[in-house]
């Protein structure tokens, strides 16, 4: 039994953390109000407006598949898509090279050189204002970036791989650069500190 004469209410623009023991039953709710497992008893309600979304907390990343995640929403207008590209970004680079939000690129290099997966997602404003999305994906041994620019009036995508990275400083930038053993490939991205 997961709850006894229990009732909670999750108001809009009110964020929630779900803690408890191994088996304690978190997966099992988010599962019920997914509508993927039933109820034994009682009742769960959401408002119409409500729009669920769910992602796993584990994630097999596979380098071949070219879905992005704000394909698997149904975005009706640059204003979701703005919204959502805010939620789902890890970091953000402003056209000045302002950062918000380090610590998920610490984090990645962190696991890049302990050899754990990890993927991070970095949100970059060119100098004329417009969303370049920078994905970077280490699977074990290759770091795998992928530059979309297809928001912009150049309209590209790029991807590049390597298995190691040089953090630098060049002025008063902090450059990232992706390199093929000694072999510069390409740089990922940079901020000022």
């Known amino acids: 039994m997961l709850f006894k004469k229990s009732s909670f209410y999750i108001m809009r623009g009110e964020r929630i953390g779900l803690f408890g023991d191994n088996g304690c039953g ?12 039933q109820l034994d008893g009682g ?14 907390q584990s994630i097999e990343i596979d380098k071949n598949d070219d879905t ?11 204003k979701e898509e703005g919204e959502m590209r805010r939620i789902l970004v890890d970091a953000e680079i402003d056209s000045i090279g302002m950062i918000q939000n ?13 050899g754990n997966k990890d993927k991070v997602t970095i949100l970059v404003y060119n100098i004329e204002g417009e969303r370049l999305i920078k994905t970077l994906v280490f699977d074990g ?23 190691r990275y040089i953090k630098e ?13 000694d072999k510069f490939v390409t740089n990922m991205f940079s901020y000022r500190n």
């Open 169 to 181: 400083k060049q002025g008063s930038q902090i450059v990232y650069s992706l390199y093929q053993n």
């Open 26 to 37: 978190k997966s099992t709710l988010i599962k019920i109000m997914l509508g993927d497992q």
């Open 102 to 114: 380090k610590l998920p690129l610490c984090n990645f290099f962190d696991n890049v050189l302990l």
């Open 141 to 163: 041994s290759e770091i795998y970036y992928k530059l979309d620019a297809t928001k912009t009036s150049d309209k590209y995508v790029r991807e590049y791989s390597g298995n």
């Open 68 to 78: 992005t995640v704000l394909q698997m929403f149904d975005i009706k207008s640059n």
């Open 43 to 56: 009742s769960i309600f959401f408002s119409s407006s409500v729009k669920l979304g769910y992602i796993s």
